[in-house]
């Protein structure tokens, strides 16, 4: 069964510097998003891409976080100058034309020391 | 706004039921259902569109209460593996960005 992977699994870094978070969606989909999990909360809405612009964001998305589909296959979410509170799993999603269901990836743990 | 779901915690034993609610208050295209083992990404159970259409996925079901903009999540004959916390995550139309609800953790205990 096809299935949505993200790389790395965990990222540690330091605050202030940058990050890339990368996702390689469902081959044939063609709606992705980001969402993030501070740990114990619940799961919440990034931002959403489609037609190769972002079609939704959240006010968390500040100009701190960016994305790009920089090829046919990967999407990436950058995180300038990382703080201590964009420690958090980050999923990735993707949503066929038609389908109904956003198939997430195992998520990016990533901890900003 | 975030949907609200209730009970935000249940404790079931082995073979026992229990029901997960989960309401808006904004009008919905779908509501889907996701189970989060500790440490996992989110596993999709199941989708609910407008229309008031009930599910099924082995002895888990859910229903769409389309007029009162209220889904239910109904664990029947409840087992170990069902432990973990359940998320209701909705959408405004078709291809939206999921609103999650602050989610609900069960336990099942032997």
């Known amino acids: 069964e096809p299935e949505v992977t993200q790389t790395p699994s965990h990222q540690v870094t330091q605050m202030g510097q940058e990050v890339i978070l990368r996702c390689v969606p469902i081959s044939n989909h063609l709606y992705f998003y980001w969402y993030r999990q501070i740990l114990g909360q619940k799961v919440e809405f990034l931002v959403s891409f489609y037609n190769n612009e972002i079609s939704e964001k959240s006010e968390i998305f500040d100009d701190q976080f960016s994305v790009e589909r920089p090829d046919g296959s990967n999407f990436t979410l950058k995180i300038r100058s990382t703080k201590l509170e964009d420690s958090a799993m980050y999923f990735c999603?993707?949503?066929?034309?038609?389908?109904?269901?956003?198939?997430f990836g195992p998520g990016t743990r990533l901890t900003v020391t | 706004q975030q949907p609200v779901q209730s009970p935000q915690a249940v404790i079931l034993r082995e073979g026992e039921d229990a029901v997960i609610n989960c309401s808006s208050s904004?009008?919905?295209?779908?509501v889907h259902w996701y189970r989060q083992k500790h440490g996992e990404a989110p596993v999709f159970l199941m989708i609910?569109?407008?229309?008031?259409e009930q599910k099924g996925h082995e002895k888990i079901s859910a229903s769409f209460n389309e007029k009162k903009q209220q889904s239910s999540l109904y664990l029947t004959a409840s087992q170990l593996s069902y432990s973990g916390t359940y998320f209701c995550g909705t959408a405004k139309a078709a291809g939206n960005k999921l609103t999650f609800g602050g989610g609900t953790r069960v336990l099942v205990k032997p």
């Open positions: 609910l569109l407008k229309g008031g």
């Open positions: 999603a993707s949503l066929g034309t038609g389908g109904r269901e956003q198939y």
């Open positions: 904004k009008a919905l295209y779908s």
